[in-house]
Structures are given as C-alpha cells and as structure tokens.
Nanobody, 123 residues
Framework: QGQLVESGGGLVQAGGSLRLSCAAS????????MRWFRQAPGEEREFVAA????????YYADSAKGRFTISKDNAKNTVYLQMNSLQPEDTAVYYC????????????????WGQGTQVTVSS
C-alpha cells in the first residue's frame, strides 16, 4: 500500500542488469520531482538518481553515472531506474521518493517514500 510502490528488485550476478519501477498512486505525481535512494546494511541512505517533475532533467550520483538511467512514463505514473553493469557494492534496498517542491539532491527528506525493493548482486 501507500502512495509509492517499488518493484523489480532481485538477485543478479555481477555485470548483470535490473530495472526498478516506482508506481505512483495519483496522476499528480507526474509533476513531482522523483529521486532514487539506496541503503546497504550498516550504511546510511544515499542518493542515487533524480528526475525533474516538469523539466525531466536528470541527475546522478557519481556511483551511478554511466551505469544507471532514471526515466519516467507519465501515462503510467511510473518512474524507472535502469541499472546496468551491476557490482556487489550496489547491493542495497532501493527506495523511491517524491517531492512537490524542490530539494537538494542529497537531502534524505522527502514528501513521500516507497517501502523499498531489495537488490542483491552476487560475485
């Protein structure tokens, strides 16, 4: 339940790919800025990628740049995170977040959070 629901996580071998989805419950979320975060065991939550609600501008953490792609389909009220060349250090719970107003990319606060989806990368 909830306003945001993540899916698409799972177990993948190093070098493989996964596509995460974040489905929003309301059409109005298409105008929200969306961000992906991740949190590994014993670590703090960290920013991964973001996409602007109206501009569609994308932003990436250094760890994601060149490997991950954030996109959205407004008709489906869904935001995606395509993850390629996955490595064991990418193992974490991945969360999506929505904001009606602008925040700093690395701000761990958000108007809405999903419940997370587990990504595990084996060597």
């Amino acid at each position: 339940q909830g306003q945001l629901v993540e899916s698409g996580g799972g177990l993948v071998q190093a070098g493989g790919s996964l596509r995460l989805s974040c489905a929003a419950s309301r059409r109005t979320f298409s105008r929200y800025a969306m961000r992906w975060f991740r949190q590994a065991p014993g670590e703090e939550r960290e920013f991964v990628a973001a996409i602007g609600g109206s501009s569609g501008q994308t932003y990436y953490a250094d760890s994601a740049k060149g490997r991950f792609t954030i996109s959205k389909d407004n008709a489906k009220n869904t935001v995606y995170l395509q993850m390629n060349s996955l490595q064991p250090e990418d193992t974490a719970v991945y969360y999506c977040a929505a904001d009606s107003a602008l925040r700093r990319l690395f701000d761990t606060r958000a108007d809405y959070w999903g419940q997370g989806t587990q990504v595990t990368v084996s060597s």
